[in-house]
């Protein structure tokens, strides 16, 4: 079981009270932890990674005690802590976003 | 004693929220933020079953969700948000003029189908358009628009290179127009299958060819179910007409004291009464004068009167963007605008009088409005 604590938005998009805990098939990856997450919760598809290529939305980061995971590669295994559910992994919204899009909306 | 309900969509920068009233449109009851955070650029009612909505909801973290609800706003549902364009998708110009390769940002725009509520198409940015007809859950590209041979050369306008609207003419399914930021206006007869521009008589002295066949910056296009061979339109600078459904266009800017604006609408039931919210240039973005007025013209253009009263008149430096005006169908005709500032401002008589319904909301994007029964 791997427990995945997401942000605020997204918990309430996906009406999540607090953290996920998830089965996952072979070894426990970002992709593989988010396959399942997306397989539970499609409303997800498309807010953390792009639906088609898959990559990380630019303003989203994935932690792992206290590790920043976002730039290993995403079939790297997950640290043996969130394996064993004693860590969650962590998907966070940097702070940060948003700006742009606030500004163009204007002209 | 008019049993009518008029319910207002109001898609801000930080959720959205739904006013509703009776007939009278005195008294108010306000729901929301729904979404709250999330920035809702717009939100449209099926003409075909008031109670089906949908939402383009949106995040510069999270990116684009499509909400439905089938209870009048009650309640929502996520709905498909997946937007990818058909086959490889090309280059654009980016503002430097270099190629740059499309990519899905954001929806801009909603149009529910007239008689389906099922079908509704969405304007996204990059520039396409989008159709589903199965209530929102999948998305295809109507690919001929981007197709039309002129993609390679559209540019974004300062708010991006954004579809942000789309009129379907109620006497013939098979036509649309549509119109993007720094296009220009597109129409097919084909249900979608085939675009052509219909820029011909629109001047912008900004960009390199001023009477190209596309890279005009549009701001919105309005038209009256009554005579979707007439359409207006608020240009980046410039209120145009057109009476052969865009074929060709002509100035009726009149005596507006600036012509550079975002928002016009026609008034429900006289065609040739039109509102436009002049904003003082391309670079202050802000009524002339601090002074917010709405201009409306009975003489389908050229010929413009000031409506303020109930309007700030001073010190008023807020925006009205291009989706944030809408009418209602009552006997009375009621117009509708929001603003930056996050007021929605209504009037129950045809722009004679103005109060805020709310106003102190998150920025307004958009302002729709459902008349019902």
New interface residues.
């Given amino acids: 079981m791997i427990r995945v604590v997401l942000?605020a938005?997204?918990r309430?998009?996906a009406r999540i009270g607090g953290e996920v805990k998830l089965e996952v098939e072979g070894p426990a990856t970002v992709r593989s932890v988010l396959d399942a997450l997306e397989a539970l919760y499609p409303?997800l598809?498309?807010?953390?990674r792009d639906?088609?290529t898959k990559e990380r939305?630019p303003?989203?980061r994935f932690f792992a005690c206290e590790e920043d995971l976002s730039h290993d590669s995403t079939d790297a295994p997950l640290p043996e802590a969130v394996v064993k559910a004693a860590e969650p992994l962590i998907v966070l919204?940097?702070i940060a976003?948003?700006?742009?899009?606030?500004l163009?909306?204007?002209? | 004693m008019c049993m009518a309900k008029v319910r207002v969509l109001v898609g801000t920068r930080k959720g959205a929220f739904i006013l509703e009233s009776d007939g009278k449109r005195e008294h108010w009851d306000i729901s929301g933020p729904h979404f709250a955070g999330w920035e809702l650029y717009h939100l449209k009612g099926s003409p075909a079953d008031p109670n089906r909505l949908y939402a383009s909801q949106c995040s510069g973290w999270f990116g684009q969700m499509i909400q439905r609800s089938d209870d009048g706003g009650k309640t929502w549902a996520p709905a498909g948000n997946q937007f990818v364009y058909d086959g490889v998708p090309g280059t654009h110009q980016w503002y430097d003029g270099k190629p740059r390769p499309w990519e899905f940002k954001r929806v801009w725009h909603l149009e529910p189908s007239l008689t389906d509520p099922d079908t509704v198409y969405a304007g996204v940015e990059d520039a396409a358009l989008f159709r589903s007809t199965d209530a929102g859950a999948t998305w295809q590209e109507l690919a001929g628009l981007r197709g039309h041979g002129s993609g390679p050369h559209w540019q974004p306008g300062a708010g991006g290179m954004c579809l942000h609207t789309i009129l379907l003419d109620p006497g013939d399914p098979q036509r649309i127009f549509i119109a993007i930021s720094a296009a220009g206006a597109f129409r097919t007869d084909d249900g979608g299958q085939t675009w052509k521009p219909i820029n011909q008589g629109l001047n912008s002295l900004y960009i390199p060819d001023p009477t190209a066949e596309v890279g005009h910056c549009v701001h919105r296009i309005a038209m009256h179910s009554s005579h979707p061979q007439v359409l207006f339109m608020q240009k980046h600078w410039d209120v145009m007409r057109s009476d052969d459904a865009g074929d060709s266009w002509h100035e009726i800017s009149g005596n507006l004291p600036t012509d550079f604006g975002f928002v016009i609408d026609v008034h429900a039931h006289e065609p040739e009464t039109i509102y436009v919210v002049p904003i003082t240039s391309d670079s202050l973005h802000y009524p002339p004068e601090g002074t917010l007025r709405v201009y409306r013209s009975r003489t389908g253009g050229n010929e413009w009167e000031a409506l303020s009263k109930g309007l700030p008149q001073s010190d008023c430096y807020v925006n009205v963007l291009r989706d944030a005006m809408a009418v209602d169908s009552l006997d009375s005709c009621g117009v509708y605008f929001g603003t930056t500032g996050g007021q929605v401002y209504a009037s129950s008589d045809a722009g004679d009088s103005w109060k805020p319904i709310v106003r102190d909301l998150p920025g307004v994007l958009s302002v729709e409005v459902q008349t019902l029964a």
Avoid: C, N, W, Y
Avoid at chain 1, 45 to 48: A, K, L, V, Y
Avoid at chain 1, 97 to 102: E, F, R, T, Y
Avoid at chain 1, 104 to 107: G, I, P, V, W
């Fill in positions: 942000p938005h997204l309430t998009l409303m598809r498309g807010t953390i639906h088609v939305r303003f989203v919204g940097a976003g948003g700006k742009l899009s606030l163009e909306a204007s002209a």
